[in-house]
């Protein structure tokens, strides 16, 4: 992966192996003009993407059916400096035809997600599983 500089607040990130293009501004509580994604705006979608793909993968490799995963994630900041993101509310919604206990077993697998697992433990994470 590759960044540039494009203005005092945004940058262009390429994925090099694919090519695919990320933009991202800083948020309007931080000097940016909040147009798109901004770095920590992509920090708390990733920990919702990542979950839903490893539930997703586990599903798969374990022969469980589901239909889809939709997912909501709030992210908030501290108050005080310095600053950083103090808390993650996740919301997803699982789609499935399968029993309680491969449910659960699907909501296990999602809550052990590679991200979840590299943010620090200052980080608070609240997340809500529901059938969709």
Aim: hydrophobic content about 35%; some cysteine.
């Amino acid at each position: 992966m590759t960044g540039t500089l494009t203005s005092p607040t945004s940058t262009e990130l390429r994925h090099g192996p694919s090519g695919a293009l990320l933009e991202t501004t800083a948020p309007k509580d931080n000097g940016g003009d909040g147009s798109r994604f901004s770095p920590t705006d992509l920090c708390a979608a990733s920990l919702a993407s990542c979950a839903a793909t490893t539930l997703s993968l586990y599903a798969t490799r374990s022969g469980i059916p589901l239909t889809g995963i939709t997912f909501q994630i709030e992210k908030h900041m501290t108050a005080e400096p310095p600053r950083r993101i103090a808390k993650l509310v996740a919301r997803f919604r699982v789609s499935s035809p399968c029993g309680d206990e491969d449910f659960k077993k699907l909501v296990n697998a999602g809550k052990t997600c590679p991200v979840k697992r590299s943010l620090h433990p200052d980080v608070l994470i609240e997340e809500v599983w529901e059938r969709g």
